[in-house]
């Protein structure tokens, strides 16, 4: 019997052929709410495909009563109801470790770009301000304690180049883990480090983690980074303890509400630095996190083994 799966986004092109070439599979794709909602009531889904767009609650599991699995092309899992899915014996696949080089390797050039204020400098080349030079201030990274919250797969790839650069690494994490870095209580991390920086998933317990009780601890001269989720920040007292100088900058590639609002003011500090959620976007790593889903998906539907860890029906999400 074919098997149904409804892609709520596209995947990459490689992705699409595995779908395409596999046995018994029909491929619909639901990509706007019209087309959606036509699948959902005429058509009977056996899985779902996401990259992190599509919403998938208790709502849309009601409507979809043969569901089997729900997979994500990608490590976080917020915009799926693990917990419900797990509820309804639902599978939840998503691509474990598949983003972990390119999210490390974003997190420090962002940060280096922030903490040698690159941006702004070649903003000034850009714009036939050279003699402009003189007012130039950065700094650079050797030395500095870089605090890492959330020793995952990202953080332990991000602690060992800030090691590599000369940094003194200390972390926090839900639980100490096995790593030749000191662990810190969270109060202590943010008072010692001169870079933060977060790697951990978006739970009720890690909402508005970083806030102004957060921001009054860090030094004044601290920088805060952010490639994990948008929410683990307060993004309204975090804009106030940039404006009053209670950190000295922020750099990120997610942000609470995505895109922000055109007049955020947070996009207006000339001490800040957003990228459009993006740091899984090389090609590399794209393909990757959509390969392994769909061979996963393939994989379980057909009753054969899928990869070990990529079924993750967990109450609560890890540290990515």
């Not at 991390?189 to 978006?202: E, G, M, Q, V």
Request: net charge neutral.
């Amino acid at each position: 019997m074919s098997k149904n799966i409804l892609l709520l986004e596209t995947v990459a092109d490689e992705a699409m052929q595995l779908l395409e070439a596999a046995e018994n599979i029909q491929i619909l794709k639901g990509f706007d709410e019209t087309t959606l909602l036509h699948y959902i009531s005429t058509e009977r889904i056996d899985a779902i495909i996401t990259r992190g767009k599509g919403q998938v609650r208790t709502d849309l599991m009601d409507k979809l009563t043969h569901l089997r699995v729900i997979s994500r092309c990608g490590v976080g899992l917020d915009n799926i109801d693990v917990s419900e899915a797990t509820k309804r014996n639902i599978k939840v696949v998503n691509a474990p470790n598949s983003n972990a080089d390119t999210i490390a390797e974003h997190t420090i050039a962002i940060l280096l770009m922030l903490q040698r204020n690159l941006y702004n400098a070649i903003t000034m080349v850009k714009e036939n301000r050279w003699a402009d030079r003189g007012t130039y201030i950065g700094d650079e990274s050797h030395g500095k304690t870089l605090g890492i919250i959330g020793m995952g797969n990202i953080g332990r790839k991000v602690a060992k180049i800030g090691t590599s650069l000369g940094m003194n690494v200390v972390y926090w994490s839900a639980k100490k883990e096995e790593v030749p870095y000191p662990f810190l209580d969270f109060d202590a991390l943010l008072s010692t480090s001169d870079s933060i920086s977060l790697h951990l998933p978006l739970t009720p317990q890690t909402e508005n983690l970083l806030n102004a009780s957060a921001f009054s601890k860090m030094k004044s001269n601290a920088l805060l980074v952010n490639t994990a989720r948008g929410g683990i920040i307060n993004q309204k007292e975090l804009y106030s303890a940039l404006q009053n100088k209670k950190i000295a900058g922020f750099a990120a590639d997610v942000l609470a509400q995505e895109p922000p609002d055109t007049n955020d003011p947070l996009l207006q500090l000339d001490n800040v630095l957003i990228t459009a959620h993006l740091g899984s976007l090389t090609k590399t790593t794209y393909t990757k996190m959509c390969t392994m889903t769909v061979d996963n998906t393939l994989a379980i539907l057909a009753g054969a083994q899928p990869m070990a860890n990529c079924i993750y029906n967990r109450n609560e999400l890890s540290t990515n």
